[in-house]
């Protein structure tokens, strides 16, 4: 044994020494992978956000097409280490933490092996290339819109708040383990243990060669994509924590990756924060930048961001193959929206584990929020609810509400011009500006709204018309708006490309995290501040919370996002509150006192 022991670690050495030897010192660099390691308090509090627990589990792991992994190679992964023992599993939920993701509930049925939240098992993805069935895990929504943060002895749960996610970490950690599964010297002892893992302990050899091609099979698309974006700096520009350039990245698997056009794909320069997405549903128009009015849109669009896989290349292009889950992308929808607003998943509640709310800092909150506030982000949701009459009453129209053609009452969210709130104008303006070539569609250059827009209803109504779903039931079914309806003053259906950004009701803003729609300013007393009062540098990652300025601890942390406010999309400008001449770009009031803001702190806390 001490023979055997010693042979091992003379491997050990010589590999460690060869990789060296090949790479040098900066490149080791590209093969490490550096994420925080948490420390979660032992006491888990779950909100009440009007779901059962069976909700909240069919929320988490509910599948919506996207494929990360087939299933069992998922689960035989080891994680990206430099020595041929390995070191871990890749699935193991303390390493899967270290990216963000919360850990998740088993469940028999959907989450056998306890995945984090948003790890979706989809036991019959159908490949839309070879039309061929298998087990696959994959992301759904969650994975971004679950958050939890940390107090003391407890760790809340948020359903539906950003997410403290690094997928940029987690991409380069999952192609680094399946890359060291095939790279010689990394794959040494590697590969036959993740073979016998997948295979069973009695495979044979040409079973394990077979394995092995389909990984290599696998792995060199992503690879070349990977080479692809690195030689066009698609990424160079990095998002970090609870961040992601949602519209660019959909719109680079749309008309880059699926029409297999390298040309379509655009810089990503406007990372957002994860938003909030309880109330979503019954808002008139969603995204930052105000631009889609349709939850098939929403949803599809999403799913293809995440990796659903769609052919919009060669001769079959026109039957826009795919795999997107819509009946799972439905469920996910109606546990999200309910039958009206506040019936589905509400905003959360100020915790009973947090201080107590300071009744009189509220009250006097509230007249400031009216005065300040009210005027963008509308009244708090449970008033607009109050208000909001029933269908039959929609002659008498209230001004906050829009009455969609299906008869909906819908949130009128206002849109505030870029040239108005003086906020970073990446995402509204890299998005109203983008097009691409349709290539083997043969329709020519279309804006993203006009692809987006193309591609996510072509593949609903194909899906409709393949499983004989009528108009009317698509209708009441996906909440979806009717294509041909206007639902502007200028015509635009379902997508448009303005460039404002949207203000929202700010039921449970307290548990956002970082503020504005790219999360450049740390916490609520900083938003209510001048800019010259906002760090220009700070770290993200951390989930201790702080409940007296609201936000997350930005103390540099190992592991943690380093955010530079001078980068392209990063701009912690407008939205400010301070004393300027009348109509003075992002300058939206006058300059608070402390205790005004404060105060009107209290009353964010309180709805």
Known sequence: MKRLNRRYLLLSLLALALVGTIFGRSLLADLRVDVPEYQRPPELVLLDQNWTPEQRTAFHFTPQGTRLLPYAWFMALEQPCLSPFGCGMFADKAYLSRFGFIPGEVDARLNPDGLPVGFAIDKAFVDPITRQTSAVVGLNCAAC???????GKSVVQVEGAPGTIEVAAFQKALG??????????????????????????????????????????????LLAEKDMAEAMHLYDNKAGFRRTDALTRIGNAVFGTNMKIDANNAVANAPVRYPQIWDASWFDWIQYNSSIADPLVRNIGEALGVRAQAVLYGPD?????????MPGLQKLEALLAGDAPLKGLRSPQWPSVLPALDRQKVAAGAALYAKHCQGCHLRPMEELVALRPPPAAAANTPSDYWVNNLGRWLVKTVGIPLEEIGTDPHEAEDFAKRTADTGALGLGRKTAREGLMLVTRTIANNFFDANKITTEERLAAWRSLDPGAAVDPEGYTLVRDYQIYKARPLDGAWANGTYLHNGSVPSLYLLLSPQSDRPSTFHVGSKEFDPVNVGFSTAPMKGASKFDTSLPGNSNSGHEFRDAPPKTKGVIGPLLTHEQRMQIIEFLKSI
């Open 176 to 221: 680094l383990a399946l890359g060291f599964n095939l790279k010689f010297p990394f794959s040494m002892g590697r590969y036959s243990r993740f073979a016998a893992r997948v295979l069973g302990p009695n495979a044979t050899a040409d079973q394990t060669a077979q394995l092995k091609e389909s990984l290599s099979a696998y792995v060199r698309p």
């Open 317 to 325: 292009a026109a039957r826009f193959a795919n795999s997107i889950n």
């Open 145 to 151: 819109h679950t958050g939890e943060f940390y107090y």
